[in-house]
DNA sequence: AGCGGCGTTCAAAGCGCTTTGAGCATATGG
DNA sequence: CCATATGCTCAAAGCGCTTTGAACGCCGCT
């Protein structure tokens, strides 16, 4: 069924129907009444490819996810961005379009999205400190908002974390348990939300005027095995940290792993702080929150995004919306004062 | 830059431009070659929202990805399965549409799709033993493909991992290895691949003239939170299992967790045996695989399921193809022969 | 009676492509 | 030299909507 049958269905021109189908005001209660129940009785839903060209507006918010590292891994915390924004976008009326590609060809991809106009906007996660996409977009001049910031944060719309404040705050928390071999386990430093919160750790050690020990403090895409692997190490050192900071719960399971595969006790003999997304399936709170944490959610963090992305969208020309959320320090089971010694 | 104008610029009518983009035959090779350099000159793409309306292909294939549980979480597996489908879409010039509904909300987000017509066909994951959707896509005409099966598996396409021979190869595994109280933690049992599991743990069991022990059998959403509680919950029992069979990497993680709580060593007091989907945040291989396990690439089925979908959407009236793969069992550090007693 | 304004409806143009059917050369065969 | 085939190109129709501009009937006003 088209517009065109139930136009002639009804005996009104499809211009009638389209626009009592739509809420405009030029056509009679009555009328709108006959068309609602007919359109309704037919289960007629406009041809959204059809509709797409007539209004030149694709409906359609892109995201653009790259595969990380050597391996291509798929970052786990987009899964719940993505159905935090999902939730907004459904509800407005928008679709979602996902394009999964390998490193370095994300700028192709959005060329490609402007160019045919598949979407509206589109969303950026996980800038690098000094990204791109940035220019690129704004080249392009299709609206977009970032999730996260860049070193430069000026001249676009952004809703971040507050990163840096978050891991000195952690950092401080780990310092005033008597800890003073603090380890950093921390995502790909060219991203910027892990230089912030290196940062934030650097600021809160070197105000009780120490130095941040390089052999402590590693870096790579956020895996199990990387947080394993990189306490590990850190284990087997002469001197041990006493305490780990660790950029995600992913690779704090692996940290714990390490730990506990060396007979210590967490929250004993080995501290650890964890940033955690609240990742839904990898509830911290389960009997009580395993983890000290940071924690933002994700989701919530993609729902906040979508409203914003589609506000920008449908009102071009606004003052670039900028949002910063600070963090809570959920205290768990795995912190203690620092052991003797 | 349309097409209007670059057939202006080249004074060619729209038609010939068309179809020596398109790559039809009828075309001389020396006006072809004008026409691709003038286009890519221009940068010319052509509309897609035009496109799709002429050709009556949306060039998009649906995921509906339905929020589980009251918590509403997103199955993690799913980002792996996107990643490796997207991947071939891609090349293949299809779009994802990603919809992520709220449980009960699927056959709405279907119906739609079907009838305005947003894309060519769609992905089911993680059917149910006996999943409405099958039904209802074949009603609505729509090409679909399923990643998992019903308990009735004919009349449609699907691949699948061969679930039940999987557990029951786990759980002999274990038998073999003098266990003879084995824990299953299992996905949903609603859920057709977790009910297969439970069917080829029990098999096992039952082919050794023992019982299953209700006790010792839990299914649930596969979070990191239900592996904890539901071992904690066993290893406090008067007769505690000696080995788990879980049904996932996350919650297999959580069961660890519990285990070394209780000062318990894996491998040695316990045993552990889970399905690994092989997430790539997840890896099991990392400094050699840490839990013996039946693996499966969940992203590689979602490479495969999308040729196959693709396929099916491009030679419709082709026979159901439907595809069985069997798992290999991966022997790791978490299981050993059973403790004496 | 004539006029403007309002409420309601309509025919037709347009969105930017693909595809059909026709047309015009040029080549081929009888 | 005509008839037919072949290669290439074009104008125009059509995809199913939205939106513009016009028209119609009716009302109240002067």
New interface residues.
């Given amino acids: 069924m088209n517009l065109k049958q139930l136009a002639e269905s009804l005996n009104l021109s499809q211009t009638t129907v389209s626009r009592a189908l739509n809420g405009y005001p030029e056509v009679r209660e009555e009328t709108r009444a006959r068309v609602l129940a007919a359109a309704q009785a037919a289960?007629y839903?406009?041809?959204?490819?059809?509709r797409?060209?007539a209004t030149?507006r694709?409906m359609t918010i892109g995201h653009v996810?790259p595969?990380a590292g050597k391996?291509?891994?798929?970052?786990?915390i987009?899964?719940?961005f993505?159905?935090g924004a999902?939730?907004v976008y459904?509800n407005e009326g928008y679709?979602?379009?996902?394009?999964?590609?390998s490193d370095g060809e994300a700028e192709r991809a959005y060329r490609?999205m402007a160019?045919?106009?598949?979407v509206d906007g589109v969303m950026i996660q996980s800038p690098e400190t000094d990204d791109t996409r940035i220019a690129l977009l704004r080249e392009l001049g299709l609206p977009f908002l970032v999730h996260g910031r860049t070193q430069n944060p000026d001249g676009y719309s952004w809703l971040d974390v507050a990163n840096k404040s978050a891991f000195r705050k952690a950092t401080n928390f780990l310092l005033d348990l008597g800890h003073r071999r603090i380890a950093l386990i921390n995502g790909q430093e060219n991203l910027d939300f892990a230089a912030r919160r290196r940062a934030g750790y650097a600021e809160a050690i070197w105000s009780r005027g120490m130095a941040p020990n390089p052999d402590w403090m590693r870096a790579d895409?956020?895996?199990?095995?990387?947080g394993?692997?990189a306490a590990?190490k850190m284990l087997d050192l002469a001197e041990t940290p006493t305490a780990f900071l660790v950029s995600s719960v992913?690779p704090a399971?692996?940290v714990?792993?390490a730990v506990?595969e060396r007979g210590l006790v967490l929250g004993r003999d080995i501290s650890l702080v964890t940033h955690d997304d609240v990742?839904?399936?990898?509830?911290n709170?389960?009997?009580g929150p395993?983890f000290t944490a940071t924690r933002s959610s994700i989701r919530g963090a993609g729902q906040r995004c979508a409203e914003i992305l589609i506000d920008l969208i449908r009102k071009p020309n606004q003052p670039h919306v900028q949002e910063l959320w600070e963090t809570e320090l959920t205290v768990g089971r795995s912190t203690g004062p620092a052991p003797a010694g």
């Fill in positions: 289960n839903q406009p041809n959204s490819r059809a797409r060209l030149g694709a996810i595969l391996t291509e891994m798929v970052n786990p987009f899964a719940d993505l159905a999902g939730e459904a679709d979602l379009l996902l394009s999964i590609v490609q160019a045919n106009g598949s895409v956020m895996t199990e095995g990387f394993y692997v590990s992913i399971i692996g714990r792993r506990v990742l839904s399936y990898m509830n709170d389960a009997d395993a």
